[in-house]
């Protein structure tokens, strides 16, 4: 084996393990042990390195930069795969974003060694060797020191915008590897070329700045149409209390006179009068104020809002409630998953012509909550991977609570049968406490 073979071996092993170290940093949500993620990606080196040495022994008679192009597709699938599919515990688009922006950042440090040092594919000397190993160890220093915790939190805060960004990332790194093949194919670096390449890495740099803050944008609309949502659900206890004050009032108001027909009724001696009487006061009064559903006053508050509201727009109403507290699910997540959900019943119910009808059942069962919602649905509704959409698009409302489903490795789905619209929820991790209150309630 030549000099230059040897150099283009050493130049390929200080790659390989570089990809490797700095794969086992990128991971933000592991799906493994960090031991068992060091592991796969010491085997990715070692993987890419055996495939890099069967091209070299395969491909001697073909060009150098085939080779090279062979082995660098080879490391971006193999390091590529094992990140995405055993090593990140992220969505796929996700982890996809992680990666293309990695190889689109490691593009620049290869870029700059290149033109630094006048060497591309089939070549290595001592300065080359030293330049990757210290651009790499001093990014990856800055990372861990300035970024990696910024990162980790929009990673577990910010649940969408990740395709779109993916998509124009992996691009961006597409044309990024164009520019290195165009640079080893100029044979002297003129103000033209030096110009072009600075363009070409700086439009690189800007879009990906651009992409975060994209990623960053879309969530902040969910959030606040989440935010809006809270408030029209605050909005309707509002009003409820001041129904139930307004009623309250008019009970006080109106006590004397129930009081003087019970006096005349027992001058006269007539009990059963009194005994009816007084049963269609009772059932009168009961209407006035909300049903308790459950214990939980977060899920409670919402159901009395929304069966309300559905009452007032002449929906029957058939709930069974059995709920303790759920003190593993944020009061932020509950009302995210059930105002969305029930307002789109309500919603649904509301364009409809004929009788409505609007089931609850809201259950824990083994460590679970169970939630189903069922109305009345009889125009056509479109399904995608089981997801039902909106003009060609999923909702934010079904996004938020399929993100936030997520948060507790739980399962939603959607269905539609005998004219009622159906979705199922599943939440893991509901600590069971004593149930007070609740059962079935038909109005």
């Known amino acids: 084996m030549n000099n230059i073979n040897i150099d283009a071996l050493i130049t390929n092993i200080i790659n390989n393990l570089m990809h490797g170290v700095w794969f086992y940093y990128l991971v933000l949500e592991v799906k493994h042990s960090r031991k068992r993620t060091a592991a796969i990606s010491a085997a990715a080196v070692v993987l890419t390195q055996a495939v890099m040495m069967a091209l070299s022994v395969c491909m001697r008679a073909q060009s150098v930069i085939l080779l090279y192009l062979c082995g660098y597709v080879a490391s971006m699938l193999v390091f590529g795969g094992a990140y995405v599919f055993f090593m990140s515990g992220s969505e796929p688009a996700k982890s996809l974003f992680t990666v293309s922006t990695y190889y689109s950042f490691w593009t620049l440090i290869y870029l700059a060694i290149s033109m630094a040092t006048h060497t591309f594919a089939g070549a290595g000397n001592w300065a080359v060797w030293g330049l990757r190993i210290v651009l790499n160890l001093g990014s990856l220093f800055l990372y861990e020191r300035l970024l990696k915790q910024k990162l980790m939190r929009m990673y577990k805060e910010i649940r969408i915008g990740y395709k779109t960004a993916a998509a124009v990332s992996s691009f961006a790194f597409f044309v990024m590897t164009i520019v290195i093949f165009y640079n080893q194919s100029v044979k002297r670096y003129d103000l033209l070329h ?119 727009e002449g929906v029957e109403v058939n709930a069974d409630i059995r709920l303790g507290e759920t003190t593993e699910i944020s009061d932020y997540d509950l009302v995210t998953i059930f105002a969305n959900i029930l307002e789109n019943a309500v919603n649904a119910c509301g364009r409809e012509t004929g009788k409505c009808r609007l089931e609850i059942t809201l259950q824990q069962k083994s460590g679970k909550l169970v939630f189903v919602c069922k109305n ?35 399962s939603v789905s959607f269905d539609v049968a005998e004219g009622m619209f159906i979705c199922r929820i599943i939440l893991n991790n509901a600590t069971r406490k004593k149930i007070r209150g609740g059962g079935r309630v038909s109005c």
């Open 194 to 312: 030096m110009a072009m390449i600075f363009s070409a890495s700086s439009m690189m740099l800007v879009i990906h700045i651009q992409l975060f803050y994209y990623i960053v944008q879309q969530d902040y609309g969910s959030r606040l149409k989440q935010m809006e949502l809270h408030e029209k659900y605050l909005r309707a206890q509002v009003n409820s209390y001041e129904q139930m004050e307004q009623s309250a009032r008019q009970t006080r108001h109106d006590f004397r006179h129930h009081n003087m027909i019970v006096a005349e009724y027992a001058r006269e001696k007539d009990y059963q009068a009194i005994l009816t009487y007084l049963q269609e006061y009772e059932a009168r009064e009961g209407e006035k104020y909300s049903v308790d559903f459950c214990s939980n006053h977060v899920v409670n508050n919402l159901l009395v809002a929304y069966v309300n509201r559905a009452r007032q």
């Open 376 to 410: 009345t649905c009889t125009a056509e509704i479109m399904f995608k991977n089981g997801i039902p959409r909106n003009q060609d698009r999923i909702s934010v409302g079904i996004k938020s609570v399929l993100m936030s489903v997520e948060k507790y490795d739980g």
